[in-house]
């Protein structure tokens, strides 16, 4: 079983920054995709950011320029920087992660998502 916490609850002004963190822990054998998602209110969830391990990271349109995902694979950790945000950014963000978990015979992906963390910005 594998866990995520995300942290950074945010209440912030437009044109502020805020930065989400999302920490992976359990029985993790290797990460091979971490990304954050949102949720609008009255939307579909969409996808913010995506970084593979060893691949090219990708953004949403909308937030290129303003967003920059990063990890630390040493603790397993995911983080997303937000700069000049935007009222339309407002939305619960979603940590998600591809995971090998270690089995009896080898291992298997599984897909995880955090609980969600409100972000909120003020016009």
């Known amino acids: 079983q594998v866990q995520l916490v995300e942290s950074g609850v945010g209440l912030v002004q437009a044109g502020g920054s805020l930065t989400l963190s999302c920490a992976a822990s359990?029985?993790?054998?290797?990460?091979?995709?971490m990304a954050w998602y949102r949720q609008a209110p009255g939307k579909q969830r969409e996808l913010v950011a995506r970084?593979?391990?060893?691949?090219?990271?990708n953004y949403a349109d909308s937030v290129k320029g303003r967003f920059t995902i990063s990890r630390n694979n040493a603790n397993n950790t995911m983080y997303l920087q937000m700069n000049s945000l935007k009222p339309e950014d407002t939305a619960v963000y979603y940590c998600y992660a591809d995971v090998d978990v270690g089995t009896l015979y080898g291992s298997k992906s599984y897909q995880y998502w955090g609980q969600g963390t409100q972000v909120t910005v003020s016009s």
């Open positions: 359990g029985s993790i054998f290797r990460i091979n995709v």
């Open positions: 970084m593979p391990s060893g691949g090219n990271t």
